[in-house]
């Protein structure tokens, strides 16, 4: 009923928006009606693994406590409505990022881990393949590797989302159809049997593995660029923290042309974020995402012929703005987090530190409580360690050889959390609706409760394909 009630009332909204956009336009110039309606580039954003919780901490992250109100953010400035993420019936009410970028990518529910192939494992068309025919420039960014579910779901299609090489050899073997490719993975494309990399240079590709090389890429030639072995460094660790924002500026600018661009924009490792329960991390992976929505704001001003979409394929982590009963949220010690918790675990499990010394490393003060719970976490990894160590060859071969640093890694994590009072309630995805971000040219039809499926339907339907 409600959705039926949205439906109406977005077809009547853009009924009435088409009929004063067109009468205007035939009375001043002569353009054709497609050139009116259609945005010539299309941007498609997908925070991975951003539900709604994501924003609001963000908001009250950047909260400049010195003045009376709390700002706006990018995200609040756009905010249009939410999606479902659910996947096909096989795979329940929870989605995967595979089966949910192929809802975002194609518009059809499948099951967790496909990769834009439908139940059946049958191959079905997307949103960047369909731009491509159609004559427009194609681009994926993401901080992930390249060949990972969602870039993967908008370029080819597999039945599983783990056949790795398989993905990155069919971005050729497929026949390219990206323009322009920035993210991780030398892992996939240089290879003992196969180097992808000497075969896209060959196929008269410009191929750069630095941040430095992205200002100097040579216009009109198309882009491989791979920074990392697997996924691009956190946001805390690596050496540009908004490298989201400087890789979608670069796209933005190397894919303009006449008949415009279609650009996948992945912020992969918001959901990284999430898996790990790690506020700080997530925090530094919003604020890139910030960075390039800011950033796509401008350029749809100097661009108006733009339409930006941003939405989630589904929430991670279960994130919580305050937890525990207490009525309180304290953001403020994420801003002086300068490494990701996983770096600083490193540094702490080295050796036995003092309690000025663990404050040094996490570059904010520790209670004498606090200092002796980080002890008590390496100790406790290491008695770990040498239980196993102690254990026969054949009992060893069961399982893995447990990390100091890992039991450090969680404790840093949970001093966070309990000192942010941030809660958490899986290490996994959860079920709930993710918002839907849109501006420029169209956007208004991204409004109300939409699947996510509905949102490759109207993107389908604006690069002219008829359902
Ligand atoms: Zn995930």
Not at 254 to 282: K, P, R, Y
Not at 430 to 450: C, E, M, N, R, W
Request: proline share 3%; aromatic share 8%; net charge neutral.
């Amino acid at each position: 009923m409600n959705k039926l009630f949205t439906c109406i009332t977005i077809t009547l909204a853009l009924t009435a928006c088409n009929a004063t956009v067109k009468t205007n336009t035939t009375s001043i110039t002569n353009i054709p009606e497609t050139s009116v309606e259609t945005p010539k580039n299309i941007i498609m954003v997908v925070a991975d693994g951003m539900g709604p919780a994501y924003t609001t901490a963000y908001r009250y992250f950047k909260d400049d406590k010195t003045t009376a109100h709390i700002e706006e953010t990018v995200f609040d400035r756009h905010l249009l409505g939410l999606s479902s993420t659910y996947p096909a019936r096989e795979s329940g009410y929870i989605t995967d990022s595979a089966a949910g970028a192929t809802a975002l990518s194609a518009g059809i529910k499948t099951y967790n881990g496909a990769i834009a192939v439908d139940v059946n494992k049958k191959p079905v068309n997307t949103v960047l393949q369909w731009a491509k025919k159609q004559g427009k420039k194609t681009g994926v960014v993401v901080t992930s590797q390249v060949n990972h579910a969602t870039p993967a779901a908008y370029i080819t299609h597999n039945e599983s989302r783990e056949n790795y090489n398989a993905i990155a050899d069919s971005y050729l073997d497929n026949g390219i159809n990206t323009d322009l490719i920035l993210g991780g993975g030398w892992k996939y494309f240089i290879r003992e049997d196969r180097n992808l990399v000497s075969e896209y240079i060959q196929a008269d590709f410009q191929y750069i593995d630095n941040y430095q090389a992205i200002s100097q890429l040579a216009p009109q030639k198309p882009v491989l660029g791979l920074f990392a072995e697997v996924g691009l460094p956190a946001a805390l660790d690596d050496s540009n923290p908004h490298r989201l924002s400087m890789m979608t500026k670069a796209a933005t600018s190397h894919l303009a042309n006449d008949n415009g661009f279609f650009l996948l924009v992945e912020a992969s490792q918001v959901d990284w974020a999430g898996h790990g329960n790690d506020i700080a991390s997530a925090m530094a992976e919003m604020d890139d995402l910030a960075k390039t929505m800011e950033y796509l704001e401008l350029y749809v001003k100097n661009n108006p012929d733009t339409l930006v979409v941003l939405t989630a394929d589904h929430s991670t982590g279960g994130l919580t703005v305050a937890a525990n009963g207490k009525y309180i949220w304290q953001p403020a010690l994420l801003h002086q987090i300068k490494k990701s918790p996983k770096t600083l675990a490193k540094q702490l499990a080295k050796s036995d530190l003092t309690q000025n010394e663990i404050s040094t490393i996490l570059n904010f003060e520790v209670s004498k409580l606090e200092a002796q719970q980080l002890q008590q976490a390496k100790y406790k990894g290491f008695e770990q360690r040498e239980k196993y160590r102690n254990l026969s060859k054949t009992a060893q071969a069961k399982m893995k050889e447990p990390s100091v640093e890992k039991f450090m890694h969680k404790a840093v994590k949970r001093l966070i959390d309990s000192r942010t009072n941030t809660g958490w309630t899986s290490g996994g995805h959860t079920g709930i609706d993710v918002p839907i971000y849109a501006l420029g040219k169209q956007h208004d039809i991204f409004s109300g409760q939409l699947d996510n499926t509905d949102i490759a339907e109207k993107l389908f339907s604006l690069l002219g394909k008829k359902q």
